[in-house]
């Protein structure tokens, strides 16, 4: 039985497998990039990069924390293209009913010594004189923070390629385990572990995993600077990413480095096609227009879509696939896949190479819907 | 005369006859239209209102297409940012 | 405006959307001045059979018979049950040093400029670039004051003069030569020329050219430069016409692959107005009911299609215009991306996510046709709002109020 080529064949160079590559080359494994299309395509190219906390649950909370942290200690690497600013997020509160999540928010960031502040109306108006009149406050989170997607995962692979990663492009994959990955042109790449990080193409190489995607819609705007300062999410949003099958719009914005608004958010289940969806998107613009008032005067230059990979349970799939040794995916991560790139690779090699993992990682082993299912 | 308008190109009048738009008004007061991302002065490259060099901004409302929009009397035009 | 001529006169209920404040599209382009006789021809029948002419800028269509515009106004909704695309072309630029200095601009450019109260009495103009637009341009120029020290054409000797000889067989266009001959007298035309840098401080004040093989370098107070035409497919795009090698696929009747649409005009293939007005009318008649009557311009379309692929092969940009930008040539001016940055990127999908060259407010309409030729990229995505709109009309649902309603 001959050496396999590599010891890590990765599919999907965006941001999740751009990390996962990257990490894996640090420790000195010979690694192997494939996608059928190009760096940082797919939802990597189509999201908002943001970096936030996530306070969801306490196994969300650990990944995005953890990984935060991570984007933190790289900072001073990323190149300018990257377009990292700790703007930090404010959590919008529309009126006294949401104002009380704040104060709950804020308790469970304090308690785990993320640095966040509780905001009255005044102090909301003060920070950002954009927001309507009238709502009741606000949650400030100062270390969340954007960046520019495909450029990030562009630095992370080139980081991975200098240490000897190889980069294959352009063709897509058939097979996924077994110690190869089988391309449609009938090449082959073998490898001791193989890591399913394609995203929401991930249930095509790897049946059985419970992926769905969820299609978003983002519009940018033409330069104003000064507009906006921090990314601004309302409370909805939670509500938002919670359903599980209908669709939903939620007040979202991140300023640029450029002066540009990124509005989003919508999320479908079910939707196919890649094309605008005028009926949501209007309701999103709408909804964005309601809490900034300014937005509607701007000027759109162009709108856009995206698929996110969405579990049942919310959170990422990161570990061993049962029922073969050399497959593992990382996979999964919904709206997060930004933020818990970095988290998702420390933790993926960490189990690779027996080491302990920094923070917890039973709540992300793909082995647990199977557990589920045998406990039925 | 009664087929001459003025606009006001920062701050400062220019006398323009009826039918002229503002991206000629514009270049009439010396200025160009705008700085571009990396600090090169620009004026208009298409004169049909694909290209968006010679956006201004028009009585307070920003990235307007110049080329695209007629003088009208007291019209107030910004070419600073 | 031919075909919504056609239509009405035949007794449909017809609008045109434009984006423009006046009708005539770029071709008969005026605010102040008198109208060519032509186009106010067609706009005299365009209000005897009471057209409905709006102003606006299509940006999206949110369901099959439905189109969304805006104006200054705001946004509205337009109903419909057959479509004419008539969206024109635009000019393709190619970078080159200096290209971005203020008074740098296109041939119609500089033309359309003109026609809104820009004077250029005394001024020197250098023309250049490629296509018989060039000569228009500088013959219209000439007649309001600008003196022209060179216009610069990158066709060889030999094209020219077979093109030429090709216009022998369009009695039409005959005419038109002769009176642009006339017009030109004196100005020093060259053939196998092309601009090779642009100079000044904050505006142009000299082009370095290459002229017959020799470098020139001429002072001038504007520089009109545009290699012919590309056609404005965004539209036909969004809405899913099939698009081959650039321009909108249509049969005899000038229907496209998508049902009750129509397209006319340089998107079908830039073959200048005659065709244009001929197509027009052929698909206004169809629209109408009225095929037959449209037959009886198909030989004049066939003939006027000729010259078209005549006009392609002369003006055919040759490779050394592939040398003209220097690394540090700015390509996309919206983000003011550098050739050096483009140059690795062996698609137009993975430099525009990289370096954001496509993403500005120009949506690859300017550095889209000059990438394709400079590294043979294909620029082709649409999304909507193919325009940039205001966010209040992206966000407009149809269902806020009621669309107008054209047959």
Known sequence: MSQPAYDVVIVGAGIVGAACADKFAHQGMRVAVVDRDLVGGGATAAGMGHIVVMDDSEAQFALTRYSQRLWQELRPELPMDVEYEQCGTIWVAADEEEMMEVWCKRDFYSQREVPAEALDSQALQHLEPNLRQGMSGGLLVPEDGVLYPPCAAAFLINRAQKRGAKLHLGEAVAHAGQGRVRMTDGSEITARIVVNAAGACATALTPGLEIKSRKGHLVITDRYAGFLRHQLVELGYLKSTRSVSSDSVAFNVQPRRTGQILIGSSRQYGAEHKEVDHAILARMLQRAQEYMPGLAQMSAVRAWTGFRAATPDKLPLIGPWPGDESLFVATGHEGLGITTSLGTARILVDQITGRNPEIPFEPYLPSRATKEHAHV | MSDQLTVIVNDAAVAVPLGTTVAVAVGLAGQPCRTSVSGEPRGPLCGMGICFECRVAINGRPHCRSCQVLCEQGMEVRTDD | ?407
């Not at chain 3, 239509?7 to 006046?22: C, F, K, P, R, Y």
């Not at chain 3, 109903?79 to 040093?97: D, I, N, Q, S």
């Open chain 3, 1 to 407: 405006m031919a075909a919504a001529a056609r239509a009405a006169e035949s007794g449909l209920q017809v609008g045109i959307v434009d984006d423009n404040t006046t009708l005539g599209g770029q071709i008969w382009r005026r605010s102040g001045g008198a109208p060519e006789p032509q186009s106010s021809a067609w706009a005299e029948r365009l209000r005897s059979a009471k057209t409905m002419v709006l102003c606006g800028r299509v940006f999206h269509q949110p369901e099959p018979g439905i189109l969304l515009a805006e104006n200054d106004g705001g946004p509205y909704g337009l109903e419909y049950e057959k479509l004419v695309l008539a969206t024109g072309a635009r000019e393709r630029f190619l970078p080159f040093p200096g290209w971005t200095l203020p008074n740098v601009m296109g041939a119609g450019g500089l033309q359309a400029m003109v026609k809104c109260g820009l004077s250029v009495n005394g001024k020197r103009v250098v023309v250049a670039g490629s296509g018989p637009l060039l000569l228009a341009v500088a013959a219209y120029l000439r007649k309001h004051g600008a003196r022209i020290p060179i216009v610069c054409e990158q066709a060889s000797w030999g094209s020219i003069a077979r093109f030429s000889l090709a216009l022998l067989r369009q009695p039409d266009k005959i005419a038109q030569a002769l009176l642009v001959k006339r017009d030109l007298l004196s100005v020093p035309f060259s053939a196998n020329s092309w601009p090779v840098a642009a100079s000044g401080k904050v505006a142009v004040e000299s082009v370095t050219i290459s002229r017959n093989g020799r470098i020139e370098n001429i002072p001038c107070d504007y520089l009109a430069c545009g290699f012919h035409l590309v056609p404005n497919i965004d539209l036909p795009l969004l809405l899913g016409c099939q698009i081959r090698d650039g321009c909108v696929q249509v049969d005899d009747f000038q229907r496209t692959t998508v049902a009750q649409t129509f397209c006319v005009g340089e998107p079908t293939g830039i073959g200048g107005v005659e065709l244009a007005l001929v197509e027009g009318q052929i698909a206004g008649l169809t629209a109408a009911g009225q095929a037959s009557e449209g037959r009886h311009l198909f030989r004049q379309r066939e003939r006027l299609r000729r010259f078209a692929r005549s006009l392609d092969r002369t003006f055919r940009l040759r490779s050394k215009l592939r040398s003209l930008p220097s690394p540090e040539t700015i390509i996309c001016r919206c983000e003011d991306i550098r050739y050096v940055r483009l140059r690795r990127y062996a698609s137009w999908r993975s430099a525009k996510l990289q370096t954001r060259c496509g993403m500005g407010p120009c949506q690859g309409r300017v550095c889209g046709p000059a990438t394709e030729f400079l590294l043979k990229w294909d620029p082709q995505s649409v999304r909507p709002p193919i325009y940039p709109v205001r966010v209040e009309s992206l966000a407009f649902s149809a269902s806020q109020a009621e669309p107008r309603h054209y047959a």
